[in-house]
T-cell receptor, first 114, second 113 residues
Framework: GENVEQHPSTLSVQEGDSAVIKCTYS??????FPWYKQELGKGPQLIID?????GEKKDQRIAVTLNKTAKHFSLHITETQPEDSAVYFC?????????????FGTGTKLQVIP | EPEVTQTPSHQVTQMGQEVILRCVPI?????FYWYRQILGQKVEFLVS????????KSEIFDDQFSVERPDGSNFTLKIRSTKLEDSAMYFC???????????FGPGTRLLVL
């Protein structure tokens, strides 16, 4: 089955700096890569996603890149703010038997220091 | 904005007892999922459900687990005889279609004593 590795496990940045989180996946058939933000006591919330026919996607301060050949994808947050502090999960997904199974990475705890 | 809701937010139970976790998916969504997250660990897929039947399940989802859509709005996860290791956060999710984004509920924190 799919295996998603995520690094780093913790990340501290100064407010205003950029943060980068990297993930690799094992199943070359994966074709959808969502990123979720999880705040304390809440469920994962989708912040951005990318499909395998796209190499990069940007939404304001957040961008994702995908390298299908190397099977890795990254989340970039620019101009970080204290409210960006949370646990971020990457995920990989493929149509499996016609239904979508999402495999999550191990999470990155991001702390933005004011 | 439509959202997935879950009840209860917290559940404490004795080992061996049955628990039912409830979810109300987003109303026009057709695909439903349960995930769990053991404290400090990653989110793990349990089961997906479509058209009133299980479409896929993980090795975690053994005979002690079952899912049901008892009416047009609720989606439930039942654990027949809870074990200590079932203690986790359980998330329900739903999506509009196959290959579409899954939206997660706030979770139910289950503690088995």
């Amino acid at each position: 089955g799919e295996n998603v590795e995520q690094h780093p496990s913790t990340l501290s940045v100064q407010e205003g700096d950029s943060a980068v989180i990297k993930c690799t996946y094992s199943d070359s058939a994966s074709n959808y890569f969502p990123w979720y933000k999880q705040e304390l006591g809440k469920g994962p919330q989708l912040i951005i996603d990318i499909r395998s026919n796209v190499g990069e996607k940007k939404d304001q301060r957040i961008a994702v890149t995908l390298n299908k050949t190397a099977k890795h994808f990254s989340l970039h947050i620019t101009e970080t703010q204290p409210e960006d502090s949370a646990v971020y999960f990457c995920a990989a997904s493929r149509l499996s038997g016609g239904y979508q199974k999402v495999t999550f990475g191990t999470g990155t705890k991001l702390q933005v220091i004011p | 904005e439509p959202e997935v809701t879950q009840t209860p937010s917290h559940q404490v139970t004795q080992m061996g007892q049955e628990v039912i976790l409830r979810c109300v998916p987003i109303s026009n969504h057709l695909y439903f999922y349960w995930y769990r997250q053991i404290l400090g660990q990653k989110v793990e897929f349990l089961v997906s459900f479509y058209n009133n039947e299980i479409s896929e399940k993980s090795e975690i989802f053994d005979d002690q687990f079952s899912v049901e859509r008892p009416d047009g709005s609720n989606f439930t996860l039942k654990i027949r005889s809870t074990k200590l290791e079932d203690s986790a956060m359980y998330f329900c999710a739903s999506s509009e279609g196959v290959g579409e984004t899954q939206y997660f509920g706030p979770g139910t924190r289950l503690l088995v004593l």
